[in-house]
């Protein structure tokens, strides 16, 4: 029998998702939770298991594709355990879906749990979706009328399909979806659809004439040699989004501090050269992880949380340190979990790990969600300071900015010294100037004189 997949809700309330690689083609045979492919969430890469083993018979959407979830994404043929299989003959077109029958019609597993008992469940049956047909090339795509759709039930029964950037243009260019029919696969209805039908209603013709005015405005045509567009989508979107609502939401307030940190760097290279740390990656990062653990113990409103429904705040017994970390797919903030149960070599660990996964494109949903306080390590970049946005949610953030060789005060007289500059940013609704005055001194401290950290704890 034929077994449909369809775009689980990948536990973040997101609505869709792009569709990344498959690791699978028509015909290959799959085994039960074998990866078959990855999406792409606002948050992080994420691979899919197979729900069924059999033989794919149809792979839906090609990667890039945006997703909305519950959309039929890959097909299987399947062992009918009630005997004989159903046809195995599916294309790349609408197919119904097969109504199983028992004693096939029991739980199966999904990405995200077995779903719904169907004898207990009293859950509508989805209705099909049967789709338009796409027009020639070069003629502008229009809606069928109410009596195509009698004639040839091609027209779609829900609401046109496409993604949300596209819909917002149509919005902007007060253009109905419903007036379209879609040239994307499977009847979606594309950007180059929507600027199409704008600059075809803006002649009054079925073409467009050089030179001819046009209703599209300038973020709708397509790139050229001086300018290149890239839709903003995925991990940017979200980043993008969250920024955003923490900016003009949380009151952001910014307080810097300039320190020598020779000391801190010493001790550092002392621990380098400490059997137990062989192989393990130790940075300033690692004594700025530590040393914020020890601060928040101290003054523990930096590890809280503004809850506006409940109009409540949270202040957290355990700290869940996020690490900024930039990818070629943008920002993210995975966290270390339980990071104040770790000592200096646990911290160095966690981040390597951290870092390399990151990096690699495979930080998970749940690594990336539930942070209580972030750090960003601007000073990879050589950059000095900052003005960190607080991850929404969050209640501080610091900075670390770059440790460089300065002429500095020292005992009396000016002499080389390593220093660098901490940023802390953090939400004044919940720590006041005075709060977030000493937990960055007990910050500097530990890193001005790592010996701070016995006094501290």
């Known amino acids: 029998m034929i077994a449909e997949f369809k775009l689980p809700d990948l536990g973040e309330g997101l609505t869709e998702s792009e569709i990344v690689s498959w690791h699978v083609a028509v015909g290959d045979s799959v085994t039960l939770n074998q990866v078959i492919g990855e999406v792409e969430t606002a948050k992080a890469v994420v691979e899919l298991p197979s729900p069924f083993a059999g033989v794919v018979t149809a792979i839906t959407h090609e990667p890039g594709t945006m997703v909305e979830v519950g959309e039929v994404i890959i097909a299987f043929d399947v062992p009918d355990q009630a005997g004989g299989s159903l046809p195995s003959g599916l294309t790349g077109q609408p197919v119904e879906a097969v109504e199983l029958t028992e004693p096939a019609a029991k739980r199966v597993p999904t990405l995200v749990g077995y779903g719904a008992d169907p004898e207990t469940s009293s859950a509508p049956v989805r209705r099909q979706r049967v789709f338009a047909s796409v027009p020639s090339v070069g003629s502008p795509p229009v809606a069928s009328t109410p009596a195509d759709q009698s004639a040839s039930g091609q027209v779609q029964g829900d609401r046109p399909r496409s993604t949300p950037p596209v819909r917002k243009l149509a919005r902007d260019l007060g253009i109905e979806l419903e007036m379209l029919a879609g040239s994307g696969e499977r009847g979606l209805i594309t950007r180059q659809d929507v600027v199409s039908f704008a600059g075809t209603n803006a002649l009054g013709e079925g073409k467009t004439e050089e030179g001819a005015p046009s209703n599209v405005p300038a973020g709708a045509q397509g790139a050229t040699d001086r300018e290149v567009r890239t839709p903003v989508k995925g991990v940017r979107k979200f980043m993008a989004q969250a920024m955003v609502t923490s900016a003009f939401t949380a009151p952001h307030v910014t307080e810097f501090l300039t320190l020598d940190v020779t000391a801190g760097m010493d001790f550092l290279a002392k621990l380098r050269s400490q059997k137990e740390f062989a192989g393990v990656k130790v940075t300033p990062l690692t004594l700025v992880a530590k040393a914020v653990n020890l601060a928040i113990a101290r003054h523990p409103a930096l590890n809280s949380h503004w809850d506006e429904a409940r109009q409540e705040i949270v202040t957290f017994n355990y700290v869940n340190l996020g690490i900024a970390a930039a990818t070629p797919r943008g920002l993210v903030v995975p966290n270390i979990k339980d990071a104040h149960t770790l000592g200096l070599h646990g911290l160095a660990v966690a981040l390597g790990g951290l870092a390399d996964t990151a990096r690699a494109g495979k930080t998970q949903p749940a690594e990336l969600a539930g942070g209580t306080f972030s750090i960003t390590n601007i000073g990879v970049f050589g950059i000095d300071a900052g003005t960190p946005i607080l991850n929404p949610g969050e209640a501080g953030i610091l900075a670390m900015g770059a440790v460089r060789t300065t002429p500095w005060e020292y005992q009396g007289a000016v002499a080389l010294r390593q220093v660098?500059?901490?940023?802390?940013?953090?939400?004044?609704?919940?720590?006041?100037?005075?709060?977030?005055?000493?937990?960055?001194?007990?910050?500097?401290?530990?890193?001005?004189?790592?010996?701070?950290?016995?006094?501290?704890?």
Do not use: I, K, N
């Open 420 to 457: 660098m500059t901490l940023s802390l940013s953090f939400d004044h609704r919940l720590v006041d100037g005075e709060q977030g005055s000493r937990f960055l001194a007990d910050v500097g401290a530990v890193m001005a004189d790592p010996a701070m950290a016995l006094v501290l704890g």
